[in-house]
């Protein structure tokens, strides 16, 4: 086998840069690492200038001025076949590479899937690969957080990161979630204000992260007010479709004639449409359905059209990411623990 010999061409260097940008080697670095201290019309030339002569900086050579590696871990406690079926998992990972590319930075995706697997990620994470890391899909208590807190990496978390007691975020842990209890509360009100009187949800399961706790309690906040609701009107599922078919039919049998059920997803609110129209049930006419994300590559095509409630997803993912790097530019500024809730609202279509 014979290897073909490496062209011997120049690469264009800073010093290149600097001379035909008429500046010097300090102010061609500052420009490449995004200082403020630069006026707008020398960064203008710079730019252009790099962009004529193809330079690309020296990545290991910047990480020792720097100490920065320009590389941000992305932890997702998810199997990686559901991470990339699942079309809300898309579009917050988009949001988040965008966010970062938008700063320069890549985004290295890691997965928790075996016991062993905390092991690898921690080693990586304390291995000075990358400088800050986001992570989500925890489930309560998981100790991925108490790893990160350990390391001292700066950290943004999606939704809420409990320890195993249940007490509330660790000191100096961020997070990003949604309204996801008050979005909850939005819904089953809707069917309440429809008139529907027995109403079920399809709620998220007990080892995933907190919002299938928040919709739940979302829930039952609302039929509360007219007394606790029936227990056998809950029926986990796991964030599927299948999941949210098999439950449909669980509270069919045990309910008969329930008018109406609030779905914890709309990838599960579309195997609950499924079920209901192979049982005979008309929607809305029979059972009213709302889901939660409003995906609309879902909520659009189902039949019907879902009501669902809207959360910006890819916006979250950016948040994270922009908060992240909040934290690893100015860490002392910021406050411990400071979150971001996003607000959710009613998006009404056919089937409620």
Do not use: C, W
Not at 44 to 63: F, H, K, T, W
Not at 123 to 150: K, N, Q, T
Request: glycine content about 8%; cysteine-free; charged content about 25%.
């Amino acid at each position: 086998m014979v290897l073909t010999q490496r062209s011997h061409i120049r690469r264009p260097t800073l010093e290149d840069v600097a001379r035909q940008s008429g500046v010097s080697k300090s102010t061609v670095s500052r420009v490449i690492n995004g200082e403020a201290k630069v006026r707008s019309e020398v960064v203008d030339r710079v730019r252009r200038v790099i962009s004529e002569l193809g330079y690309v900086p020296n990545q290991a050579a910047r990480q020792l001025v720097t100490h920065r590696t320009n590389a941000v871990a992305v932890v997702a406690a998810q199997p990686e076949n559901r991470l990339f079926i699942d079309p809300f998992f898309d579009l917050l990972l988009r949001g988040i590479r965008r966010e970062l590319a938008q700063h320069g930075a890549q985004a290295v995706l890691l997965f928790l899937e075996e016991p062993d697997d905390y092991t690898r990620v921690a080693d990586y994470l304390g291995g000075g690969h990358v400088d800050g890391a986001i992570l989500f899909s925890l489930r309560p208590g998981d100790r991925l957080a108490e790893i990160v807190d350990r390391l001292g990496l700066p950290a943004v978390f999606g939704g809420r990161p409990l320890l195993r007691d249940g007490d509330p975020v660790r000191h100096g842990q961020a997070h990003v979630d949604g309204d996801n209890r008050g979005g909850a509360r939005l819904a089953v009100r809707h069917l309440v204000s429809l008139g529907r009187r027995r109403i079920a949800t399809v709620a998220g399961p007990y080892d995933q992260e907190n919002s299938a706790a928040d919709r739940l309690a979302g829930y039952r906040d609302v039929l509360g007010d007219a007394g606790p609701p029936h227990p056998d009107l809950v029926q986990r599922a796991d964030y599927t479709r299948q999941g949210g078919a098999d439950a449909m039919a669980a509270l069919l049998d045990r309910h008969p004639d329930l008018d109406a059920v609030f779905v914890a997803s709309d990838l599960m609110a579309s195997g609950a449409l499924q079920t209901l129209r192979e049982r005979g049930r008309r929607v809305p006419e029979d059972v009213a359905v709302v889901g939660f994300d409003d995906l609309t590559s879902i909520a659009e095509t189902t039949d019907p059209p879902l009501t669902t409630v809207h959360q910006d997803t890819e916006e979250m993912g950016r948040l994270m990411a922009r908060l992240l790097l909040a934290r690893e530019d100015a860490p002392d500024e910021l406050p411990d623990g400071p979150s971001v809730i996003v607000p959710t609202r009613l998006v009404r279509r056919a089937s409620a």
